[in-house]
């Protein structure tokens, strides 16, 4: 649809497209991307004829664009520009019929009933109808920028340059238009090339993208490129890290502001404070920590200060526990929002906690155990619902900074010391009489100050791995005897 062959242009005597090529396919969305001054905005105006082409060609559907009128250039191609034309007081209205001009027919070019239908349809669509009569100067910057792309819209093109279309908008009307986009682009087989400052946008709307820098193309790809974490640092020069949507297989860029790079130490045996009686423990840490759980609330890899194992009934319905959580931790007046949180029947008195220290390197794990709920995983018996005490929650501090890899690799070190304290205890999964594994509800919580050099690795092949499994051990041996000593009774 699009083909830029070997470009060279800009201003009079500067270049500023140095050599460019590149295709872009019918129905494609393609985001422009790069820093400013890199040369998007001069590639768009070379596109649409405003600026001289001095070396190379652009060719559209197979023709050159040279060969165009400036009438079948505008059924083929609208422009949403930063620079805002409209100065006449005209109405929404009235903006929005300058787009139906190129299809207007005769001499007297008047409005017919199908371009006033057209009219109407992309104004329902950009949410703009009930602005209809009023005059363009009496709109706000996001209502303009609807306005501009409901007359782009209107102008039935089959290629939609947009330079930052979604400037000026509110997340609500940011997702609203691209949505609407891509709703074109993929019913009518529009083709989009859009400059996009924000690279997250593109990541979730575009198909491919290109990166720009100073004149060239240095990258042209799915949006996987986004998570070249390098690249993109050398070309915005600002610390980034790539991470993935949560919901959507894309990359999404986060920024790392100068001011967190600095080092402010803290004292691991000084940070924290514990709050424990029959209700909850609450360990609180005065700075945030890098977590990772399974926990009811504060699931996955997060930052969080509040940690708390709650007690519950041991005939607890747990049909809607993250609110009976969130409940409970409103009752104390620990932010739910900051917090790692689990629970548990097993009488809270029973709690162990314990501290090492590995290569100067603090840690600190607290734990609580029930086994009347063992299972053995590996065995083919259906797992019944927990009825018993029985869960191993534990919480486990470190005074170091690990890479999510580390993270995962220490989750990995504490699970398999606790299965170990289960196989040296010899407890049993009832309905396999086989050896278990854990117990049908566990949860465990590492949290990482994320002090000092960073550790990549924690598994146990490494002397980290190895005192994470020595200290969970060891409170966990001790936790199981204090409640095996309780049920004795
Ligand atoms: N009218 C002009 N005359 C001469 N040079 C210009 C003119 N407009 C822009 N330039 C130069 O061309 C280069 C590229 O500008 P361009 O507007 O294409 O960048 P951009 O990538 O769109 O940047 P931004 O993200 O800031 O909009 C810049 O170095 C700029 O100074």
């Known amino acids: 649809m699009i083909k830029i062959e070997n470009l060279v242009g800009g201003y009079k005597n500067t270049p500023i497209i140095k050599g460019m090529d590149l295709e872009i396919e019918q129905g494609e969305f393609f985001a422009l991307l790069g820093p400013n001054g890199s040369g998007k905005t001069t590639l768009f105006k070379l596109i649409t004829g405003q600026l001289p082409i001095r070396e190379g060609k652009i060719i559209l559907s197979g023709k050159e664009i040279s060969s165009y009128s400036k009438l079948e250039k505008a059924k083929k191609v609208s422009v949403l520009t930063q620079e805002i034309q409209v100065s006449f007081d005209y109405t929404v209205e009235e903006i929005i019929s300058l787009g139906r001009y190129p299809h207007q027919k005769g001499m007297l070019k008047q409005l017919s009933i199908a371009d006033q239908k057209m009219m109407s349809d992309v104004m329902e669509k950009t949410k703009i109808s009930h602005y209809r009569y009023t005059p363009f100067r009496m709109i706000s910057g996001g209502e303009k920028q609807r306005v501009l792309l409901a007359k782009a819209l209107a102008q039935e093109p089959e290629i939609l340059l947009l330079d930052e279309p979604t400037n000026h908008l509110d997340i609500n009307h940011t997702f609203q238009i691209l949505d609407l986009l891509k709703e074109q682009q993929q019913e009518t087989g529009l083709t989009v090339l859009a400059i996009l400052h924000d690279l997250n946008i593109a990541s979730l709307y575009a198909d491919r993208i290109g990166l720009l820098e100073k004149g060239k193309l240095l990258e042209v790809g799915g949006v996987d490129?986004?998570?070249?974490?390098?690249?993109?640092?050398?070309?915005?020069?600002?610390?980034?890290?790539?991470?993935?949507?949560?919901?959507?297989?894309?990359?999404?860029?986060?920024?790392?502001p100068g001011h967190v790079i600095t080092d402010n130490p803290f004292d691991f045996n000084k940070s924290y404070k514990i709050v424990k009686n029959s209700t909850y423990i609450h360990v609180q840490f005065f700075q945030a920590l890098r977590t990772i759980s399974n926990g009811v609330i504060g699931e996955g890899i997060q930052w969080a200060k509040h940690f708390c194992n709650f007690h519950v009934d041991k005939h607890y319905d747990c049909s809607n526990p993250k609110k009976d959580l969130q409940e409970k931790m409103n009752t104390y007046d620990i932010p739910y929002e900051q917090a790692v949180g689990m629970m548990t029947a097993v009488n809270l008195e029973d709690m162990v906690m314990e501290t090492?220290?590995?290569?100067?390197?603090?840690?600190?794990?607290?734990?609580?155990?029930?086994?009347?709920?063992?299972?053995?995983?590996?065995?083919?018996?259906?797992v019944h619902p927990s009825s018993q005490i029985g869960t191993i929650n534990t919480m486990l501090f470190i005074d170091a900074h690990f890479t999510d890899g580390a993270l995962v690799n220490g989750y990995m070190?504490?699970?398999?010391?606790?299965?170990?304290?289960?196989?040296d205890l010899q407890i049993k999964d009832p309905e396999s009489d086989t050896i278990a594994t854990g117990t049908s509800t566990?949860?465990?919580?590492?949290g990482l100050t994320q002090q000092g050099e960073v550790t990549p690795y924690a598994g146990s092949g490494t002397v980290m791995g190895k005192g994470i499994g020595q200290l969970v051990y060891h409170a966990t041996m001790k936790a199981v005897k204090k409640y095996l000593k309780r049920v004795q009774r």
Do not use: C, F, W
């Open 356 to 382: 090492k220290e590995i290569e100067g390197i603090p840690m600190m794990v607290i734990v609580t155990a029930g086994i009347g709920n063992a299972v053995d995983i590996t065995n083919e018996y259906a």
């Open 413 to 423: 070190s504490a699970t398999e010391a606790k299965v170990k304290v289960l196989q």
């Open 225 to 256: 490129v986004l998570r070249k974490e390098e690249q993109l640092k050398k070309v915005y020069e600002v610390e980034v890290k790539s991470q993935s949507h949560p919901v959507v297989p894309k990359p999404q860029i986060l920024m790392t």
């Open 442 to 446: 566990d949860a465990l919580l590492l």
